[in-house]
């Protein structure tokens, strides 16, 4: 059976948030972000500013260059995160079927509300309407056959817009799509793919899957079906996450401070990758050990902010380590923890270069 999903994204969310909440912020270039000169980063900019080349990631420094009128707004993360509770009721409203992927974006199974009377844009227009009519905010949808299709879709002709892929126009759409506005191609491998002289959909679509995955390993073989509007239906329905972990046993017991910290350190790189995929942080670093006679001992520890970037959970559990390993006890198992989760409020950046 054919599914149909929605992937709904706010537009310039935080920017709007400002303009909605102070009217003299309408109309305006509005840039929100760390402020300080040296170290802001820019989250995002009202689409009047990105007229200007302002956006996201973008350092405050050079925001200010391009857009020297620009308003520049501190972020308010808990306003955003209230906002976003009354979004996702609206979602609930229509379906339980849903995926959040950020603060600002989700997606809807919508399968079942789907009739001939109610085509699936109308679904996603009344969505839209609902978010609308309760938070005074416009966000733009994207409607396919699977989810990266959906998302791809939803940011094809923001703001305020509705746009369907269907298997007519799918591969058109495809073709004509730069390498980097397909879901799961970051910064690097956009690089790699422009070193190859992949532009586009098209590019990717006449490149062999045995060479895909010749040059990108298991991901060639996703690359290859997202070139073919091949992708999965299946929403990662929200479970609440208590805590994400990874331990290592070792094959005999060890006492050697420097091996067993490299190998807390690889294991905390492994618990951020598995954040980073979810978009996840935690507040609490739990740091557990056994000893060769199978004595188990824990610490653990709250941090200042939310953690998810390897270095940081590192950070907490060498200082954990310190605590909780006994000298000249050598130890069979070592595993660290992140707890206390909660979503993350904005990325690639961290609460400092806010503060100033
Ligand atoms: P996005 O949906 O990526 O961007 P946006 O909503 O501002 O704009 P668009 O209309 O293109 O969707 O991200 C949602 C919010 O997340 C954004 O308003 C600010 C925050 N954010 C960051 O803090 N850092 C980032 O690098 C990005 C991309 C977003
Ligand atoms: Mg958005």
Redesign the pocket.
């Known amino acids: 059976m054919e599914k149909r999903i929605i992937h709904i994204?706010?537009?310039?969310?935080?920017?709007?948030v400002e303009q909605r909440d102070n009217p003299e912020l309408r109309g305006k270039p509005v840039i929100?972000?760390g402020r300080s000169f040296n170290r802001g980063?820019?989250?995002?900019?009202s689409?009047e500013a990105r007229k200007f080349g302002v956006h996201?990631?973008m350092p405050t420094k050079t925001a200010h260059k391009l857009c020297p009128d620009g308003i520049f707004v501190h972020?308010r993360f808990e306003r955003?995160k209230e906002i976003s509770a009354q979004i996702r009721e609206i979602f609930l409203s229509y379906t339980e079927l849903i995926e959040p992927l950020?603060?600002?974006?989700a997606y809807l199974d919508i399968t079942e509300l789907v009739s001939r009377e109610t085509p699936s844009k109308e679904v996603a227009l009344s969505i839209q309407r609902d978010i609308f009519d309760r938070t005074g905010l416009t966000s733009?949808s994207g409607i396919s056959y699977n989810k990266y299709l959906a998302k791809i879709a939803s940011?094809m002709n923001?703001?305020k817009a509705t746009t369907v892929i269907h298997y007519d126009n799918v591969l058109k759409i495809l073709h004509e799509l730069p390498i980097g506005k397909f879901p799961g191609v970051g910064k690097v491998t956009e690089e790699k793919m422009l070193g190859m002289g992949i532009k586009n959909g098209k590019d990717l679509y006449d490149i062999s899957r045995n060479d895909l995955i010749l040059k990108f390993g298991k991901r060639g073989e996703s690359l290859y079906n997202k070139a073919r509007g091949i992708g999965t239906n299946e929403l990662t329905v929200q479970r609440e996450r208590k805590s994400v972990g990874k331990e290592t046993t070792f094959n005999y017991d060890r006492n050697d401070d420097k091996e067993i910290l490299g190998v807390l350190e690889e294991l905390s790189d492994k618990v951020s990758v598995r954040l980073e995929d979810r978009q996840l942080a935690g507040r609490v670093v739990t740091v557990k050990i056994k000893n060769g006679d199978f004595e188990t001992h824990s610490k653990q520890m709250m941090t200042m902010d939310p953690v998810f970037k390897g270095e940081d959970i590192y950070h907490y559990a060498y200082n954990l380590y310190h605590e909780v390993k006994e000298q000249d006890v050598p130890i069979r198992l070592i595993g660290v923890t992140v707890s206390g989760i909660e979503e993350r409020?904005?990325?690639?950046?961290t609460i400092y270069d806010f503060i100033m």
């Open positions: 994204d706010m537009d310039a969310f935080f920017a709007q929100v972000g980063v820019v989250a995002t900019a689409y996201s990631a972020p955003y950020s603060l600002d974006e733009s940011g923001k703001p409020l904005y990325r690639n950046m």
